[in-house]
């Protein structure tokens, strides 16, 4: 009788770490590429290349956008820029990425923004050509548009 309680025991335990290994499996990668590039203008904060980083759980998806040729004019805090990043989806509406996030800059500091985050659904094939970014620093609001498409080519969200 002893035997068949550790069996089940055992059963179960390792039953209950398979579960629990699935549930903090790291989710699989669903969008491709990972990264881009493309090149934007942002007037006051220059502009140049830029690069994108996307990343999706399900429906959620976060985008980043760093650039060493698009700087920061004057010191920038943490966190206090808010960003508006419309991006165009070949296969509907425009999906929109916002958020607060930034690391502080100095002066002439590279940009960065994000992860900002947004909502998409399976097939959006999503381009910063055709959309933009909006940031709004110390009430000043910054556009930027894509000169071109970017690539390899754009976001695809499965």
Known sequence: MRGKRIGS???MLVGALAV????LAPSAVAVTPLTATVTANCGLFGGGAATLTATQTGTAATLKLSSTAITAPIPIGANTISSTLTMANSTGAARVFS???NPAMATGAPITVGPLNGTVASGDSLNFYGGSLKMVVFGIT???TATGPQAPGPFVFS
Do not use: K, P, Q
């Not at 629990?20 to 549930?23: E, I, K, R, S």
């Open 9 to 11: 025991g055992a059963a």
């Open 20 to 23: 629990t290994g699935l549930a």
């Open 99 to 101: 958020g607060t996030v």
């Open 142 to 144: 910054v556009t930027c």
